[in-house]
């Protein structure tokens, strides 16, 4: 097995170190459609801002994201799993939403 080249490391890594990025794609069933969901972090005045991003496609290939934003201290959950009220069109838009509700919890502490 070779060894990663530690000469060349990831611009994401060094451009966003705070930030941890999971995603996977999930058999949907109903329909034939896939649901991806994509879990990130933000860190925001010491807190970690979790935004767990799930996006549905429907048969035409249209994308719906919708967010789920939880603020942790370390492994302390500071405050629990919030509901986004709306849905997005892209990944992008729906990770800006998450870290702005992110914010407005934090300052609501």
Not at 29 to 36: A, F, N, S, V
Not at 69 to 93: F, H, I, M, N, W
Request: hydrophobic residues 30%; aromatic residues 10%.
């Amino acid at each position: 097995m070779d060894k990663p080249d530690r000469r060349h490391p990831s611009p994401y890594r060094r451009h966003h170190p705070y930030r941890l990025a999971l995603s996977y794609d999930d058999p949907f069933l109903k329909m034939g459609r896939t649901m991806t969901k994509h879990d990130i972090y933000d860190e925001i005045e010491g807190f970690q801002v979790w935004n767990y991003m799930e996006c549905d496609k429907d048969e035409e290939g249209r994308e719906t994201w919708r967010i789920n934003v939880e603020v942790k201290r370390g492994s302390e959950v500071v405050v629990p799993v919030v509901a986004g009220d709306r849905t997005y069109v892209d990944r992008g838009l729906a990770q800006v939403a998450g870290r702005e509700l992110g914010a407005k919890l934090i300052a609501g502490r």
